[in-house]
C-alpha cells in the first residue's frame, strides 16, 4: 500500500445521506476479478446516464470537481453490501479523504485498507465543510494525519479521532497481514490451547 | 466473581489471541465461508505474496452470487466474467484444498445458507466471510460478520482478524407475535425504528419472548438484517431450539465431541446485570406485517400506513425522502396497500429457507398468480430446493404460476440474468431496497414471505391479514 501523504485540494459535496455500496460501484462492475481499473465505473447509475453519456449535474462531472481527493458527504456513507470495490473504486479515481458525521463499519474498516482516510465529524463541522465543498474552486480543504486535522478554507481547523493503528498503517502504508505474521507465535499457542478447550471446532 | 458478561463478551474473550496495548486484537476466527465475488483478489494476493491458507479445514467456499438459477445452468455459465469468477473459485478451493460445494452439487446454495445446513455455524463460534450477511449465523449464538476482501486475505493467511471491540445492544421483543406477523416483520421493524446507522459501532443481542419462540429459520432472518441497521454483527442465545436444529448436521460434532459441545454452550448466554450501551424494546404485539416504501431499509411502514411526504422528516431525510419516492414513483398519502407489483421475488439468504417456502406455499395453495405476473421462487439452496420438491410445495409454486429456479443469489442483487428492468417493482423477500440492486431503475418493496405470494395474487402489496 502507498504510504497516505496529506491532501489539499477541493471537496466534492455529497449531501444525500445513506449513499450506499451499491451506489458507489454497481454490482455488474463486481465480476472483476482484479483490483484495479474500477474508478471508471465510481457511481456508475449517477454519472452516467443509459447511453453511457455523462449525466452533467452529477458532481464528480462538473468541471470543479473532476480532480477532487475529498469527499463531504451525508451520514451514513458506505452502507450496504461488504465490497471492497467501493473503496477500490474511490481510491482509484483518486479520492484519498472523506469527511461524514458517520460511516458504516465494513465500509470504514474497508477504506484503511486502501490508502483511503475516512473523517468522522459532528454536523456542524461537516456542514463548515459541506459549505465550502460547494464553493468548487473558491474554497479548499486541507488534511493533516500525522496532526490528526482538517482545515475549512477560512483556516478554521477541526481535530478528528483516528485509531492509533490504523493511522500507523496508513501513514507507512503498511501491509496487515505482514504485521500479523509478525504475532504468529501468538497464534500457534492460542490454537494449541483451543483445540484441547474446543475439540469439536 | 468476574463482572457479568454479555453473551457477545464471552464469545470475544473465547476467541482473543493476541492484544495489543492499545485494545487491537486479533480474534481468532472458527469458521471463514467464501464466495465467488469477494474472493479473487484476496487468494491472488497469496500466491503473489506466496502464502497458504493457514487452516483449510476450516474454510468453506460455495458460488452463489453470480450463478444462474436456470436449470440449463448445468451446461456452463454464459456470461463470460461471471463464469470466469467462478472458474477462479473451482480453482482456488482445489489449488489451497478448502471445503467446496461446486454449482453442481446439490448442496450448493448461498453461502449463509449453506453453513448453517452443513452445520459448519455452530453455537460460540467467530464466523466471517467477505459478505455483509454473514450476519445471518448469529442465530446461532455465533459472532459473525462481513469482512472486505483484504481482510478476507488475511483470515486465509492467518486464521485471525484485526479487531477492536464493538460495544452491547439489546434488542428485546416483548410478549408474542399477532398472527400475520413473522421474523422478517420484527427485522425490518427495528431498523425502522433504529435506522440504517443505529446499530453502527455495536454488536445486537436479540431478545425476549416473540425471539424464543421462532425457530432456527425466523432467527436467521431477524439476524440476517442486523447489518441493515449498521451492527456489526447480531446475536441470539442459543437454546434447545438451537441445539435440536444442529443436532446430526453433516459437520456438527458427534459422539463425545457432541457432549463436550453442549456443556460448553450451556455457558452461552447474557448474564444477569451484565452491561447494555444501548437498549431498545418493542412489544411483540404491536410489529404489524411490514413493508419497505423507500430505497433504504429504514424506509419502512406497517402495510396498512400510506407514502409518507417527505416533510414528515427532519434533516439530510427530508431530501433523501424526496429523491427516494421520485426513483420509487410513488405519492405522498397514497395507501401501501393500493401499490401494484409487476415481479415477485422469492428468495435470498433472508427468506429462502424451507420455513419461508412453506409460508408463501400455505398463501398461495390452489390459487393462481395475476395474468401479466412475473414470479419466480429461488431456493436458498439445493437442499431446500430438493425437500421443497419432496413437500410437495415445488408443485403449489408451479400451479400458482410461478417459476421454480435452482439455488443461489439470483434477483436479490442481480449479478446473474434474473434482472429488474427500469421501473418495474417488484415485491421482495431480500433486504436490500437500494436504487438499482434488482437492476438499473428497479423499483423494489421488501416483505415477509407471505406477504410476497399474497402480492403475486392479487397483483398489489397486500395486507396478509385480510388475505383469504
Ligand atoms: S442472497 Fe442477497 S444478500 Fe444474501 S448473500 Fe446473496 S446477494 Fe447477498
Known amino acids: 500500500m502507498e504510504k497516505f501523504e496529506n491532501v489539499s485540494g477541493v471537496a466534492a459535496p455529497m ?25 471508471a465505473n465510481l457511481f456508475d447509475e449517477m454519472r452516467f446516464d443509459d447511453n453511457g453519456n455523462e449525466i452533467e449535474d452529477f458532481v464528480l462531472n462538473k468541471p470543479a470537481y ?8 451525508g451520514d451514513n456513507f458506505g452502507c450496504g ?72 478554507t477560512d483556516g478554521t481547523e477541526f481535530k478528528f479521532e483516528v485509531d492509533s493503528f490504523k493511522k500507523h498503517c496508513l501513514l507507512n502504508g503498511l501491509d496487515d497481514i505482514g504485521l500479523t505474521m509478525q504475532k504468529v507465535q501468538s497464534i500457534d499457542s492460542f490454537e494449541e490451547k483451543y483445540k484441547k478447550s474446543a475439540p469439536w471446532v | 466473581m468476574s463482572a457479568p458478561k454479555t453473551l457477545y463478551d464471552k464469545i470475544w474473550d473465547a476467541h482473543v489471541a493476541h492484544e495489543a496495548d492499545d485494545g487491537t486484537c486479533l480474534l ?19 500466491r503473489i505474496a506466496g502464502r497458504g491458507v493457514r487452516a483449510p479445514e476450516k474454510t468453506i467456499a460455495v458460488p452463489d452470487h453470480n450463478v444462474p438459477t436456470t436449470t440449463d445452468r448445468v451446461n456452463g455459465i454464459d ?13 482456488n478451493a482445489k489449488d489451497f484444498g478448502i471445503h467446496y460445494y461446486p454449482v453442481s452439487d446439490v448442496r450448493q446454495g448461498i453461502v449463509h445458507i449453506v453453513g448453517p445446513e452443513q452445520g459448519w455455524t455452530l453455537p460460540g463460534m467467530t464466523v466471517v466471510c467477505g459478505d455483509s450477511h454473514t450476519a445471518t449465523h448469529g442465530a446461532f449464538g455465533a459472532l459473525a460478520h462481513g469482512i472486505g476482501t483484504s481482510e478476507v486475505e488475511h483470515v486465509l493467511a492467518t486464521q485471525t482478524l484485526i479487531q477492536k471491540k464493538s460495544k452491547n445492544m439489546k434488542v428485546e421483543i416483548t410478549g408474542s407475535l399477532r398472527p400475520g406477523v413473522t421474523a422478517k416483520d420484527i427485522t425490518m421493524t427495528v431498523i425502522g425504528e433504529t435506522g440504517t446507522a443505529g446499530g453502527t459501532g455495536y454488536v445486537i443481542e436479540y431478545c425476549g419472548q416473540a425471539i424464543r419462540e421462532l425457530s432456527m429459520e425466523g432467527r436467521m432472518t431477524v439476524c440476517n438484517m442486523a447489518i441493515e441497521g449498521g451492527a456489526r454483527a447480531g446475536l441470539i442465545a442459543p437454546d434447545q431450539t438451537t441445539f435440536d436444529y444442529v443436532k446430526g448436521r453433516p459437520h456438527a460434532p458427534k459422539g463425545a465431541d ?17 452491561h447494555f450501551d444501548k437498549v431498545i424494546t418493542i412489544a411483540g404485539e404491536d410489529i404489524a406485517p411490514s413493508v419497505t416504501w423507500g430505497t433504504s431499509p429504514e424506509d419502512v411502514l406497517p402495510i396498512d400506513a400510506v407514502v409518507p411526504n417527505p416533510s414528515d422528516f427532519e434533516g439530510g431525510k427530508v431530501d433523501a425522502v424526496a429523491r427516494s419516492l421520485a426513483y420509487m414513483g410513488l405519492t405522498p398519502g397514497q395507501k401501501l396497500s393500493d401499490i401494484a407489483i409487476d415481479t415477485v421475488f422469492i428468495g435470498s439468504c433472508t427468506n429462502g429457507r424451507i420455513e419461508d417456502l412453506r409460508a408463501a406455499a400455505a398463501v398461495l395453495k390452489g390459487k393462481k398468480i395475476k395474468d401479466g405476473m412475473r414470479a419466480m421462487v429461488v431456493p436458498g439452496s439445493g437442499l431446500v430446493r430438493a425437500q421443497a420438491e419432496e413437500e410437495g410445495l ?33 415485491a421482495a423477500t431480500s433486504n436490500r431496497n437500494f436504487e438499482g440492486r434488482q437492476g438499473r431503475g428497479g423499483r423494489t418493496h421488501l416483505l415477509s414471505p407471505a406477504m410476497a405470494a399474497a402480492a403475486a395474487v392479487t397483483g398489489k402489496l397486500t395486507d396478509i391479514r385480510e388475505f383469504n
Open chain 1, 81 to 152: 453490501s461488504s465490497r471492497e470495490h467501493a473503496p477500490w473504486a474511490l481510491r482509484d479515481f483518486g479520492i484519498k479523504v472523506i469527511v461524514s458525521t458517520s460511516f458504516a463499519d465494513i465500509f470504514y474498516n474497508n477504506s484503511f485498507k486502501n490508502g483511503i482516510l475516512p473523517i468522522v465529524l459532528p454536523k456542524e463541522q461537516v456542514a463548515v465543510l459541506m459549505e465550502d465543498a460547494e464553493r468548487g474552486e473558491n474554497a479548499r480543504i486541507s488534511v493533516d494525519l500525522e496532526n490528526q486535522t482538517i482545515s475549512a
Open chain 2, 258 to 274: 457432541w457432549d463436550a459441545a453442549m456443556a460448553n454452550w450451556a455457558d452461552l448466554y447474557t448474564d444477569e446485570d451484565a
Open chain 1, 15 to 39: 449531501p444525500l445521506i445513506n449513499i450506499d455500496t451499491d451506489m458507489i460501484i454497481p454490482k455488474q462492475f463486481l465480476k472483476t476479478i482484479k483490483r484495479s481499473g474500477l474508478g
Open chain 1, 66 to 73: 473532476r480532480k477532487a481527493e475529498i469527499i463531504v458527504a
Open chain 2, 394 to 426: 415445488a408443485q403449489i409454486f408451479i400451479d400458482a404460476g410461478f417459476e421454480w429456479r435452482m439455488a443461489g443469489c439470483s434477483m436479490c442483487l442481480a449479478m446473474n440474468p434474473d434482472q429488474l428492468a427500469p421501473e418495474e417493482r417488484c
Open chain 2, 28 to 46: 481468532y476466527i472458527d469458521r471463514h465461508l467464501v464466495h465467488e465475488v469477494t474472493s479473487p483478489q484476496a487468494f491472488e494476493g497469496l
Open chain 2, 79 to 91: 456470461n463470460e466474467e461471471s463464469r470466469i469468477q467462478v472458474e477462479a473459485l473451482d480453482k
